[in-house]
């Protein structure tokens, strides 16, 4: 009976369909953060402080250290999602002009990507506006456009390799998949995608603990080979086999020990994978920036 309350309880709660929490983005943001030389790395820190919250992210991260803000800025398009200043486009009006900001919207479509057995988008943007952010950063001169661009691509590229971003359309990615999880006392009853977006650790990681985790999962994960956006997209799409729990009957699909194993090495190996990636591609931007010279 309890089960059935929970499950009904779920059932009405709003879609929210975030990727890896804030502990998973900033993990893959530090550990991209260490594949940047000290040029790069100085030229992505005089970006960001051209946004707007750059002060919000130092008081966040209680830090000033460029790596902290990095990792801090890397989580701005989830918290603009409970932000007033910013709108759901198709729900809300829009909001008044941000200085430094060309744009309010929230953008949910851009933090993933339906696609079919047969390899066809069927709903969201996460590659084309990862490829698009890309080619912002690497020409513009617009520094406001830079300054926007970024933090959504650090966060982006985060998203793509979590599995059920890159999901089935029919059930919005895991989000309409209920699980009872026995290994969360805090949340034993969540949706399939919120079980997976929090595999990462606390949202609340920050600081020291960020840090050792993330040595922790260098250490664990060799470097993934580059590869391209197709390609991080297509490896999130095949995971999705070993992404859904089996059903218990009538009752809901329960974590079982073996599958929470298997998708916390899962969680860990993608978020590795992605830190690695947005490093490089990141890299490969700044370098080519600073040898033509360009601001």
């Known amino acids: 009976m309890h089960r059935l309350i929970f ?31 000290p040029t790069s790395q100085k030229w992505v820190a005089a970006a960001l402080a051209g946004h707007p919250d750059h002060p919000r992210w130092m008081e966040k991260a209680h830090s000033g250290e460029a790596a902290d803000i990095f990792a801090e800025a890397s989580t701005w398009p989830d918290d603009i999602r409970r932000d007033p200043r910013f709108y759901t486009e198709g729900r809300e009006p829009a909001t008044a002009p941000l200085p430094g900001l060309g744009d309010t919207a929230r953008h ?78 805090r949340l034993p009853f969540a949706k399939l ?33 580059q590869g391209n956006v197709r390609a991080w997209r297509d490896e999130s799409h095949r995971l999705l086999a070993l992404a859904y729990p089996e059903p218990a009957g009538s009752l809901l699909p329960t974590i079982s020990a073996e599958f929470n194993q ?5 969680a860990n190996r993608r978020i590795v994978e992605a830190g690695y990636r947005l490093g490089r591609l990141l890299e490969a931007i700044v370098s080519h920036r600073v040898s033509r010279g360009t601001s």
């Open 108 to 185: 949910q479509r851009w933090h993933y990507v339906d696609v079919d057995r047969n390899g066809k988008s069927e709903a969201g943007e996460i590659d084309r506006q990862i490829e698009r952010l890309s080619r912002v950063l690497h020409s513009s001169a617009d520094r406001e456009q830079l300054s926007y661009a970024l933090p959504w691509l650090l966060h982006l590229v985060a998203d793509i390799h979590q599995p059920l971003h890159v999901g089935r359309h029919d059930d919005e990615g895991g989000n309409t998949v209920e699980i009872e999880n026995p290994f969360n006392k």
């Open 262 to 266: 298997q998708a916390h090495d899962i």
């Open 193 to 225: 995608h919120t079980y997976w977006d929090d595999l990462p650790g606390p949202p609340w990681l920050r600081g020291k603990r960020l840090a050792q985790n993330a040595a922790r999962l260098i250490a664990a994960f060799p470097p993934a080979d």
């Open 7 to 37: 499950a009904l309880c779920f059932a009405f709660t709003p879609l929210l369909a975030h990727a890896w929490n804030a502990a998973g983005h900033r993990l893959t943001a530090l550990i991209a953060w260490q594949q940047l030389s």
